[in-house]
């Protein structure tokens, strides 16, 4: 492990002027990431932070450490290569929802079930905006925009179901401008060892202004946001009024009056297990209508071997076996007569 | 061995032979013709091959689609080509046969299966009478009727293998009969199958003793009245292997990570014929390379992308399709300035094309297929041996110049073998790379694309180097600091300084030596897998007195600074090429000159004696 060092925000804010519109929800984003690598003490030279294509994906020339803006899509291939070359790198994707989810569906699909230790920041506002504002896959179905007048024909993704579904070991879910819960899920998602996606709910106040106001402001988180926590009951509401109890991988909420241990045993609410994938799904799935809580925080933590430890072991074994020399002759000549071979004089 | 020689078999020395073995593709076929080629090699022939495979794993059995096909020219001097035609053709079915007959040379070997020349069989290819009573066909040739699959199963009779078992080790029936006809000896086959089916054993006794009835039928029954002798060429001294381009491809990258000591990461996704480089390299995890099987090509090219900026030899390889994926990438990589290499196996294409044949129409893909002006490196391989060499070249300048490195193989010469001499690791060329670990810009911030005088390239800095953290990407770089740019005159700049590094490449490239008289009148100037057919070519154009000299690239990008010069000596430029004229669009484009082209897109490659009539024709 490297040295902790004392560390501050500033010391995370590159030169570069940020550049996304006033009001967006990046700037949150980028303020609890920057004070919360400062506050974990890890050199600033061992974070790497790889992005697509999108207003998100400028995201690494705000931060003052090693940084690659890439191609629509490819960060997660991109990370992947940079993780698996170089396991000592704290390796980050900073992406949005049409670049991980659109053109890149195929590359996250892949990065979850091999588990690289990498930190997914999935900033969606269900909405195009560095082209100005089509529907994107996580756009409502029947949502007007310039690329559909009459509505959004698609289903939309569901990115907590589909990272469920890929079989990723670390899912969450926060709103951009929590940046308690943020940071609390950030801090988890750091220590887990394997891909970590954290979905953030994002505000583009230009092109999809309010996607999320019915959870956003302070009033409305808590009223319908349902923290998760591991071991605790599931309960929500102002005053922790309401409980879901779920049955047969279905949720159903109940007035529970108040979250008293009694009340919650009284009613019979399911106490949550971050570790149990159908409870998680559960979460995942809960359809949205207007007074439906929106789980919060982190839905599902497991331990499953990464990738790169796996090749690192495998490489290990072979040398081992092989036992090899330290001299690139000596190498090379066992690679060269390593089959049938014959002189001429 | 000691048969019973009942009268002494006439022995004939023969300067060179083609053999071509032919089947269905379950018959074996490419396990014979390889393990043939590897004898012929051991016992100090020159030798080059041509497996010619279909696209299906199973075609029907007993079509003209299922054919299989490997043949060997080996030879007492220093060969080139695989041969035009066959002096000795093996056909194991019908279908075989009709494929194959119209190259046999006159008066050549024929040998038959005779048990697979069944009604049933004769008609699904069309034939109306049995060639193994045709006594035309077996006049025109030296034909052996020979009932392989009969003979097999008398071999085997109390194996306990199934029939099906004992049907497939027919192919080393044929062998040990092609042994015994060019005078090898059986036992290092044998020990190659004790090997190989070390874990297997019942197949392993099987398929010795079924060698062994092979060889001992030619001997007792006497069908062949005379066998041959090919004398070992006399090659350059020194110790020697047989092998694959694409294995020779792997050795060149995997010795180019030990020279210059960077670990080596080699992504790609499946594709015909490029796999066989991946199968390669997955083997050598003891060397430290890390093989990674992406989910697709765009994320083969990605990770490569990352790796290298991480510090590693990153590389890839892929074939036709799989280039085009990887075209964007490319481009980022361009712009990120980082070194790899991606390999590209070319096939016939465009499409899914002929994915089993081989093609060199990717030469104008590699140099313009991307978007913007985004100059790199392309380099090609001419010869299963030289994919060494230019595998190294493609590490070493892709390192040296911080730029993506295209090489070019083909499926010829990925999957053809010929006597490789084994390089000495000491007279590798030095390879030595230096990461950037001090700030370029004391008191200010590192420059991340302050370009070295000599080369151009910017510094290559290792993700996680202490005091050095900076943000790269794909759009546009502020001249030496690397910043995000707009400024319309510094992109001009940028892409200036982007192609004049490229073109400083050249200064790498050695001087250009033609092969022929001084006074010729025509150049054959070839690129890729072709060469070894020029090679022929023009010794037989010398032969026959005409004043024709030859020259191949292995750099086509940058082209070699002293081309202009030597293609002003000649009066006329031929280029045989297959694909529709890419090099000659590049030379009449640079050069201005009248260059011709012999261009043909069968999957196959040329004929000797097709080079020969064009240049004729020229003069």
């Not at chain 2, 070997?109 to 006594?135: H, M, W, Y």
């Not at chain 2, 590693?312 to 994926?325: D, K």
């Not at chain 2, 700030?439 to 005088?453: I, T, V």
Request: glycine share 8%; aromatic share 8%; net charge neutral.
């Amino acid at each position: 492990m490297n040295k902790k060092v004392q560390l501050n925000k500033s010391d995370f804010e590159s030169h570069l002027e940020v550049r996304w519109c006033p009001g967006c929800g990046d700037y949150s984003v980028l303020a609890a990431v920057q004070r919360y690598l400062a506050s974990i003490g890890e050199p600033i030279e061992k974070h790497v932070f790889v992005s697509g294509i999108g207003c998100s994906s400028r995201f690494p020339y705000y931060m003052n450490t090693y940084g690659f803006h890439t191609i629509h899509g490819r960060a997660p291939a991109i990370a992947m290569g940079l993780k698996i070359a170089r396991p000592d790198l704290s390796v980050w994707v900073v992406t949005g929802d049409g670049d991980l989810l659109s053109i890149g569906g195929n590359h996250f699909l892949h990065m979850l079930r091999r588990n690289p230790n990498i930190k997914v920041l999935l900033l969606n506002n269900q909405i195009y905006g560095l082209t100005k504002g089509q529907y994107s896959p996580t756009s409502t179905k029947g949502k007007v925009t310039k690329s559909s007048p009459a509505g959004s024909p698609d289903t939309p993704i569901n990115p907590i179901q589909l990272a469920l579904g890929a079989q990723a070991t670390f899912v969450a879910r926060v709103i951009d401008v929590d940046a308690q819960n943020l940071t609390e899920v950030l801090s988890e998602a750091y220590t887990h060892r394997g891909t970590a996606l954290i979905e953030i709910y994002q505000n583009c106040n230009i092109f999809n202004d309010g996607a999320f106001d019915r959870i956003r402001g302070r009033d409305e988180r808590a009223q319908y946001q349902l923290l998760l926590r591991h071991n605790a009951p599931l309960v929500f509401g102002r005053n922790s009024e309401n409980g879901l109890i779920v049955e047969n991988g279905r949720a159903r909420a109940v007035e529970i009056g108040s979250n008293s241990s009694e009340s919650v045993a009284k009613f019979g609410i399911t106490t949550y297990d971050v570790t149990n994938f159908s409870l998680a799904m559960a979460m995942a799935t809960i359809p949205q209508t207007d007074d439906a809580c929106v789980p919060m925080g982190v839905f599902y933590k497991v331990d499953r071997p990464c990738i790169e430890d796996v090749l690192a072991e495998q490489l290990k074994d072979a040398r081992k076996k092989a036992q090899l020399s330290s001299s690139a002759k000596d190498n090379l000549e066992e690679l060269y007569l390593s089959g049938n071979t014959w002189t001429i004089r | 061995m000691e048969g019973n020689k009942k009268r002494p078999i006439r022995q004939e020395q023969l300067a060179s032979v083609v053999i071509r073995f032919a089947g269905d593709s379950g018959d074996g076929i490419q396990l014979t013709g390889s393990q043939f080629t590897d004898e012929s090699a051991l016992v100090g022939n020159d030798v080059v091959t041509l497996p010619n495979f279909p696209a299906e794993i199973r075609a029907p059995a007993g079509t003209i689609a299922g054919v299989s096909g490997f043949q060997i020219h080996f030879s007492s001097s220093d060969i080139y080509s695989p041969g035009d035609r066959p002096d000795v053709l093996v056909a194991l079915n019908p279908a075989a046969l009709k494929l194959n007959l119209k190259d046999l040379k006159l008066g050549g070997i024929l040998i038959l299966n005779e048990d697979a020349f069944t009604p049933k069989a004769l008609s699904r290819v069309g034939f109306a009478n049995n060639p193994c009573q045709d006594e035309k066909l077996l006049s025109s040739y030296r034909t052996f009727v020979v009932p392989i699959t009969q003979l097999t199963k008398e071999a085997l009779v109390e194996s306990g293998l199934s029939a099906r078992e004992v049907e497939r080790c027919k192919n080393f029936f044929v062998l040990g009969l092609t042994l015994w006809l060019f005078g090898r000896p059986t036992d290092m086959t044998s020990k190659w199958i004790e090997t190989k089916f070390k874990n297997k054993s019942e197949l392993a006794s099987a398929n010795a003793k079924v060698l062994q009835a092979g060889y001992s039928y030619a001997e007792a029954t006497e069908i062949f009245d005379v066998s041959y002798c090919v004398p070992p060429a006399p090659l350059e001294p020194g110790r020697y292997r047989n092998l694959s381009g694409s294995a020779l491809t792997a050795y060149g990258l995997v010795s180019a990570a030990q020279k210059s000591g960077l670990p080596l990461f080699f992504a790609s996704y499946p594709i015909t014929p490029a796999s066989e480089l991946l199968h390669e390299l997955a083997r050598f995890k003891k060397y430290g390379v890390i093989t990674f099987q992406a989910e697709d090509e765009i994320a083969a090219m990605c990770a490569i992308i990352g790796a290298s900026y991480g510090g590693a030899l990153a590389l890839t390889c892929c074939s036709g399709p799989g280039f085009s994926l990887k075209a964007e990438a490319l481009g980022l990589a361009v712009m990120a300035e980082l070194p790899l290499v991606v390999v590209n196996v070319q096939r016939a294409g465009p499409s899914t094309g002929l994915p089993t044949k081989t093609e060199q129409s990717d030469l104008l893909q590699a140099i313009y297929g991307r978007h913007g002006e985004a100059p790199l490196c392309v380099l090609a391989a001419s010869s299963p041996s030289n994919s060494f060499k230019m595998a190294y070249e493609a590490c070493r300048i892709a390192t040296k110049y911080m730029t993506p490195v295209i090489l070019l193989s083909d499926g010829y010469i990925a999957m053809g073998s010929e006597p490789w001499k084994i390089a000495d690791p000491d007279e590798l060329s030095l390879f030595e790379v230096a990461f950037t670990e001090v700030n370029n810009n004391p008191g200010g911030r590192f420059l991340a694309y302050k370009r070295d005088e000599a080369t151009l390239a910017r510094p290559w800095v290792k993700a996680g180097t202490k005091d050095l953290a900076h943000r790269i990407g794909g759009l546009e770089k502020e001249n030496e600091t690397g910043d995000v740019s707009y400024d319309a005159n510094n992109h001009h700049l940028m892409c200036q300084l982007r192609a004049e590094k490229i073109n400083r490449i050249a200064q790498e490239i050695p001087p250009l030596s033609v092969e022929g008289p001084s006074d010729a009148e025509l150049l054959l100037l070839g690129w890729g897998g072709t060469e070894g057919i020029l090679r022929e070519a023009l010794k037989v154009c010398q032969a026959n007195k005409l004043p024709v000299a030859r020259l191949h690239l292995h750099y086509l990008n940058p082209l070699p600074s002293d081309l202009k010069e030597v293609l002003g000596r000649f009066k006329h430029i031929l280029i045989p090429e297959l694909n529709f004229g890419q090099l000659r669009t590049l030379i009449r484009d640079k050069y201005l000159v009248d260059a011709r082209g012999l261009n043909r897109l069968t999957g196959e490659i040329f004929k000797v004696e097709e080079v020969v009539r064009a240049v004729q024709e020229m003069l």
